[in-house]
C-alpha cells in the first residue's frame, strides 16, 4: 500500500503529553478555584488520559459536568496556555525517530496533513518544536465555527480535490478510525498510543512504532 497523503493525529501518534498533563490540569483548577473562591475535585491521571483524543469542549463536558460551559471554556484555555509552555520549554514525550521519519516522507513526495482535536497553539507548538511546521500542507484545525471534529477535518481535505484512497489517516483512538470511515480512508493505527485495550479492532496497518510508517510512501 502506498500513499501519497499522511494525516497525522497528534497526541498517541507522534507525542504524548502524559506525562505533564496531570500537572497543568492540577494547576490549572487550583487557579480557577483560587480566582473564583470554590472547590474542584481534579480528575485522576487516568481518567484524564482516557478523554484524550476527544474534541476538547467534548472532554471538558465529561471531566466537569458540575461546570457551566462559559467556566469549562475558561478552564479550557488555562490548560490551553500552560501546555504551550511546557511544549516550548521540552515537556511531554516525543516518540522515537518521528522528525526523521517525516523528513523522508516529504523527501520521498509524501505530503503530511494534520487531523487532530486538538487546538490550533497545542498542535502548532509540538510541531515547531519537532520543527516540522513547514511540512505541513493545507493547514486544517478544529475551529468550533465550520469544523467541530476530526471527521470535519478529512472531509475538508476531500473537499479541496484530495482523493480519500491516497490517504491514510494516521492515529492511536476511535476518533482516528472513525475519522478514516468518514471519507473512506485507510486507517494506520498506532498501536504503541493511547487507546485502551479493545478499542481498535479495524485497520489497514498496524504501526509498532512511528519509523514504520515512511515505507508507505
Known sequence: MKYQYFALDIDGTIFSSE???YPVYRESIDRFCRERNITLEAPGRERIMLEIGK???????????QLEESDRDVLSDSVLRLLCEKIAAGGGEYYPAVTETIESIVQRGGKILVASNGRRPYIEAILRYLNVLQYVVHPTYIDGQNIFTKSDIMRHYVSLG???RAVVMVGDRLSDLEAAQAIGCDFAWCAYGH?????ITTYAIRLEQFAELAKYV
Open 162 to 164: 484530495i482523493e480519500p
Open 55 to 65: 474534541p476538547v469542549r467534548k472532554i471538558f463536558q465529561n471531566l466537569f459536568p
Open 19 to 21: 506525562s505533564i498533563i
Open 195 to 199: 487507546a485502551p485495550p479493545g478499542e
